[in-house]
């Protein structure tokens, strides 16, 4: 036995002074149990009375006083009633007691306790969603999970964090580390409560020398960079202080610089700069070349259902979290179903001229291995729309369907364009459509035979 008191006896006092907390004055917790007490008594009663009154005939060992109650006419008339009721009533008191404790201890951490039954059978059905890890950044990923967090809580996103411009830019640049803005909005779009922590997270300072233009997101995941002396460790505390429906994740654990080649040859150093110089993109690297991952991305990418790449910024938000090394050996190691959601739209400055196939062949050409499905839009962009776009130097993705059955790559075509200014993805349709192929992928490990798109057809 050890000596100090943190086994045997010492053990057991500390477990009856946790015991003794819960019956301290304030707790809410004693008036709720003798309640839930005296309900058990109530249905103990109650049901020893009807079994009496059903083998009434049989009481050899009951004393005198009872046996004479049993034997009056009242009895015979009323035994049954006043036990039910009895019992009964011991439910209704129980019931009420469990409920009533229930809700004085989540009236701590709930907004509306009432609602505890409703989240609680949430968070359970969420619980048994598919395992989904999302790469990228920008907009398009924080719109994708806005949509995936609704049909799973096993959701991982794995953010690129080479953004040099801006509050980012500022940030790393002084404090070395890396970029913080995509991871920002991610945090806010797993959030429970997004409109609210979204508003806060993103408020961008316009006031102050140093503060003007700085997110308090981005500031947030500063300091506790500062605090816990890590960038890695610092997300590690955002996503148990947010409770989020999911994990946020940065690509790399230091600050990486995208190192650019353009199709006519040139290079250019720099997220910020990469669509300073006209055409396409040809290539990207990374300065470090090969930048640390978390073993926290690398375990979910090998435990995951479903591994979405896209949508987003080709060259600058999906390929770069693909140039670390570890989460590329494990994404190729893995068993998950492969997924590049092919954007509606080109970009000017980075993909000039691509197609859908011409997207998967740029992953493919960085190490990627081929995508099991390649998710394309089918819903017509209003013309309207097109020319913002077109002026602007862009254009519509073309399927380049024929190409990719010639390569073997699986095509699903939905309509996922939502409505607004822009032609992005409706997150919500997005998520459906991908959340099922995840499931249907589940399945098929299980021993199904059916491909997870005919699961679709």
């Known amino acids: 036995m050890n000596l100090d008191g943190r086994s045997g006896v010492g053990a057991q006092l500390r477990r009856l002074g946790t015991w003794r907390l819960w019956l301290t004055p304030g707790m809410g917790v004693k008036r709720y149990v003798a309640l839930a007490v005296l309900g058990a008594l109530l249905l103990v009663l109650g ?20 046996e004479q109650l049993l034997t009056s006419t009242d009895w015979y008339r009323l035994g049954a009633w006043v036990s039910l009721l009895l019992a009964l009533l011991g439910v209704v008191v129980s019931v009420t007691a469990v409920a009533s404790l229930n809700r004085s201890l989540l009236s701590n951490w709930l907004p509306h306790p009432g609602d505890a039954a409703r989240l609680l059978n949430r968070r359970l059905q969420l619980a048994r969603g598919p395992r989904v890890v999302a790469l990228g950044g920008g907009s398009g990923l924080s719109n994708l999970l806005r949509g995936l967090r609704a049909h799973t809580s096993n959701l991982t996103a794995v953010v690129a964090v080479s953004d040099n411009g801006g509050s980012s830019g500022r940030l790393r640049a002084e404090f070395d580390m890396p970029a913080p803005g995509d991871l920002t909005d991610c945090l806010a779009a797993l959030s429970d409560n997004e409109s609210e922590l979204a508003s806060l997270l993103q408020y961008r300072f316009t006031r102050g020398r140093e503060l003007r233009g700085h997110t308090f997101g981005n500031l947030l995941i500063t300091t506790l960079t500062e605090v816990e002396g890590d960038f890695a460790r610092a997300l590690k505390v ?3 202080l947010l409770d989020l429906s999911g994990a946020v994740y940065p690509a790399a654990a230091q600050p990486v610089n995208l190192l650019v080649t353009k199709a006519s040859g040139e290079e250019v150093e720099g997220e910020e700069q990469l669509r300073q110089l006209p055409g396409a993109v040809a290539s990207v690297r990374t300065v470090p070349e090969a930048p640390h991952g978390l073993p926290e991305v690398t375990i979910a990418l090998l435990e995951a259902d479903l591994i979405v790449l896209g949508p987003g910024s080709l060259f600058s938000s999906t390929i770069p979290p693909l140039l670390v090394p570890s989460i590329q050996e494990a994404l190729n190691r893995s068993r998950a179903r492969l997924v ?29 291995r081929k995508p099991d499905t390649v998710l394309i839009n089918s819903a017509p962009v209003d013309p309207a729309r097109l020319e913002n776009y077109r002026s602007e130097g862009a254009e519509l993705v073309a399927g380049a369907r024929e190409r990719f059955q010639e390569a073997g ?19 919500d349709q997005l998520a459906a459509v991908l959340t099922e192929l995840a499931s249907a992928t589940a399945d098929a490990r299980a021993g199904a035979v059916r491909r997870p798109e005919a699961a679709l057809s």
Do not use: C, K
């Open 409 to 427: 790559i699986a095509v699903l075509e939905r309509p996922l364009v939502g409505r607004g200014a822009f032609a992005q993805h409706d997150s």
């Open 340 to 368: 590049y959601v092919a954007n509606i739209m080109t970009e000017a400055g980075e993909t000039d001229g691509f197609d859908a196939f011409d997207h998967v062949a740029a992953l493919m050409r960085h190490g990627v």
């Open 238 to 240: 955002i996503n148990r």
């Open 47 to 66: 049901a020893v009375g009807l079994a009496l009154w059903s083998f009434g005939e049989e009481r050899s060992a009951i004393s005198e006083p009872i």
